[in-house]
């Protein structure tokens, strides 16, 4: 059964809240770490050379977590242009139904809880960090 405008407004609503949360978290996030930990580390004498590898620990942190945020706004943006042009809630790989629950655990599901489960066991080894 395809989803109801009521459970797409909802799921509209939703992503809609996410976006609006992620992207306050982005501007948060970037202007404290305006260099904050590096000038403050800095400021301090001497600097030794720890104190410029944990600064750069830092900062590589919070691009990181900047990084993990506009891919999820990427995320959200592909679902509301699937709402538009009417594929939302479709999976990507099969083309069934993507349970409306589902989208309200992760509204920016493409796949069906199956095709997700399938793509998760194929293609766990790629994320896997080596070192």
Known sequence: MALTRTQTKKLRDELNRLHAALLEEVRDELEASENEQM???????????????????????????????????????????RIGAGHFGICIDCGTEVDFDRLMAYPTAKRCLRCQQQRERLYAHESTPKM
């Open 39 to 81: 000038a403050e580390l800095l400021g301090r004498t001497p600097a030794d050379s720890a104190d410029f590898s944990f600064a750069d620990a830092l900062a590589d942190l919070n691009v990181a977590m900047v990084d993990r945020h506009v891919h999820q706004l990427r995320d959200i943006e592909a679902a509301r242009q």
